[in-house]
């Protein structure tokens, strides 16, 4: 599975932001997706995950009622609704698939840059 995650950019603090992540590959609704972030001098954190068919989410504390994951299989995509950001959610986004929900993620995209400015 090849990933390509894309819509990062600059916005202010209180705004939104979506980001996409295209997978190739026909095997893609059998993966469970997760988004995590790496902010500058910090390690990286997970952020969100969902299973292969949409039924089950998992959030951060950091990040609940704020963020939301989702999926469409049909486009072998998966998004990360980004609303009322924060400075500290600026970080690099990174999507992951993996087997099964909790397994070890096994594939990288490349990662989106999100910067919030307050």
């Known amino acids: 599975v090849q990933l390509q995650a894309s819509g990062g950019g600059l916005v202010q603090a209180g705004g939104s932001l979506r980001l996409s992540c295209a997978a190739s590959?026909?095997?893609?609704?059998?993966?469970?997706m997760g988004w995590f972030r790496q902010a500058p001098g910090k390690e990286r954190e997970f952020v969100a995950a969902?299973?292969?068919?949409?039924?089950?989410?998992y959030y951060a504390d950091s990040v609940k009622g704020r963020f939301t994951i989702s999926r469409d299989n049909a486009k072998n995509t998966v998004y990360l609704q980004m609303n009322s950001l924060k400075p500290e959610d600026t970080a690099v986004y990174y999507c992951?698939?993996?087997?099964?929900?909790?397994?070890?993620?096994?594939?990288w995209g490349q990662g989106a840059q999100v910067t919030v400015s307050s």
């Open positions: 992951a698939a993996a087997l099964l929900m909790g397994a070890t993620y096994d594939y």
């Open positions: 969902i299973s292969w068919s949409g039924g089950s989410t």
């Open positions: 590959g026909r095997t893609f609704s059998s993966y469970a």
